[in-house]
């Protein structure tokens, strides 16, 4: 009998969820509808960062999340023949002023060696080593490189992805989807039924969530970031590392001719997307202090999304409370480009009743979260 799948939200869990769900044994006899209004999408917004080992964040269970995230990241690409201007390892750099603060974040990595191979190798650096691999920077202090590090185009990501279900067993019906209070799908009117619903509605989840008795935990959060073109063109092949400057915003070279700063974490401006000349201006300021001859002409666009987070900042994923037909998967925060592959994955396992090892080790409850209404 054929297995009705509903995705809600085609952002970096949806579209992973998409894909590992046509990549099913039995996928000839699953059917699986993505519902996507595409608005405020944070993972198309993104500034595409994919980095966790440098994190002192002390929730391990979503360090657990992040790094074997970014493994499964490393794999998909390869697995899928990503283009490099879709996922390119190129390696990330952060730097700090203070040289036991650089230290401690030395040791941190090194120590991380032994829990992954994706890290890759871990070099310390001076100021002018920073430069030479990131020729186009006027100004640096001593660094930490991780080879592992990778750039990911979310946007891009997503359709590439989705362009491998669509061929096996995805359909996308790019709009508004609601939930009935009898857990079933309304779109225009329209009613839908499936066997599993798989939210990934990312800032939107309380709302979507909003027709059933629920207390859900997440909030919206504004994320700008600046597109630059930059003329100074490096004399070589390699692609420059991503820069994670102290005190800046990130610096995100994209090839030789463009640079995105970015982002700012906006917590009291709800699902607003529209674009702040102060945040521009100190976006800009921020590439200033780092290289000369940036200005105002050099900005190409401003990207906006809307980030979704809860109380302690921790993803949570897993069925809803009382609906075991639905399941959510949210509160990636600022690291969901990274996070978010493996919760797809996991979501997209559950939704098939496949055992998901290691679950515990990637969550909190999810009654920390999502709580039936009177439990
Ligand atoms: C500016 C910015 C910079 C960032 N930089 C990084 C970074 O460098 N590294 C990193 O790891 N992470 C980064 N993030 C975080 C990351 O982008 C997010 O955590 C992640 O993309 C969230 O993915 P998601 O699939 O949960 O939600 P989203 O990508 O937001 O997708 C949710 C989708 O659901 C759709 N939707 C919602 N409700 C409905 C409905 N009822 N019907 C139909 N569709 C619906 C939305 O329109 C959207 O398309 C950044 C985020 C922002 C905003």
């Given at each position: 009998m054929t297995k009705k799948i509903a995705i809600i939200g085609g952002g970096i869990i949806g579209s992973t969820a998409a894909y590992y769900l046509s990549q099913d044994s039995d996928a000839e006899n699953i059917e699986v509808t993505m519902f996507d209004d595409g608005n405020?999408?944070?993972?198309?917004?993104?500034?595409?960062?994919?980095?966790?080992?440098?994190?002192?964040?002390?929730?391990?269970?979503?360090?657990?999340?992040?790094?074997?995230?970014?493994?499964?990241?490393?794999?998909?690409?390869?697995?899928?023949?990503?283009?490099?201007?879709?996922?390119?390892q190129c390696g990330t750099i952060i730097t700090?002023?203070?040289?036991?603060?650089?230290?401690?974040?030395?040791?941190?990595?090194?120590?991380?060696?032994?829990?992954?191979?994706?890290?890759?190798?871990?070099?310390?650096?001076?100021?002018?080593?920073?430069?030479?691999?990131?020729?186009?920077?006027?100004?640096?202090?001593?660094g930490v490189y991780v080879s592992g590090g990778a750039r990911l185009d979310g946007a891009k990501y997503t359709n590439h992805l989705k362009n491998i279900a669509k061929k096996i067993n995805l359909s996308i019906i790019n709009d508004y989807a609601k939930l009935n209070d009898d857990g079933n799908i309304l779109v225009n009117d329209k009613s839908y039924q499936f066997d599993k619903i798989i939210l990934a509605t990312g800032a939107w989840t309380k709302k979507v969530l909003e027709s059933l008795p629920l207390t859900v935990d997440t909030r919206a959060q504004k994320g700008q970031l600046i597109e630059l073109a930059i003329n100074q063109v490096a004399n070589s092949d390699q692609n420059m590392p991503v820069l994670m400057p102290e005190g800046e915003s990130d610096f995100i070279p994209v090839g030789k001719s463009r640079l995105i700063i970015g982002a700012s974490h906006e917590d009291d401006k709800g699902f607003d997307l529209s674009i702040d000349d102060d945040i521009t201006d100190s976006l800009l300021n921020s590439a200033k202090s780092l290289v000369n001859n940036i200005s105002v002409d050099n900005l190409i666009r401003v990207k906006t999304g809307t980030r979704g987070y809860t109380n302690d900042y921790g993803p949570f994923f897993g069925v809803v409370p009382g609906y075991k037909n639905i399941l959510v998967g949210g509160g990636l925060g600022s690291s969901g480009l990274t996070t978010g592959p493996l919760v797809g994955k996991i979501l997209a396992n559950l939704s098939l009743n496949h055992n998901v090892s290691n679950l515990e080790e990637y969550r909190k409850p999810i009654v920390n979260y999502i709580k039936l209404n009177n439990n």
């Open positions: 405020g999408q944070a993972t198309k917004a993104a500034a595409g960062i994919i980095s966790p080992w440098l994190s002192k964040r002390r929730n391990k269970k979503w360090y657990n999340l992040a790094q074997d995230g970014a493994t499964l990241l490393k794999q998909i690409a390869m697995d899928t023949n990503m283009p490099e201007d879709i996922y390119n700090r002023d203070n040289p036991d603060k650089l230290q401690e974040l030395y040791d941190l990595a090194l120590k991380r060696t032994s829990q992954t191979e994706t890290i890759g190798d871990v070099i310390k650096l001076t100021p002018n080593e920073v430069k030479e691999y990131i020729p186009i920077l006027d100004h640096s202090l001593p």
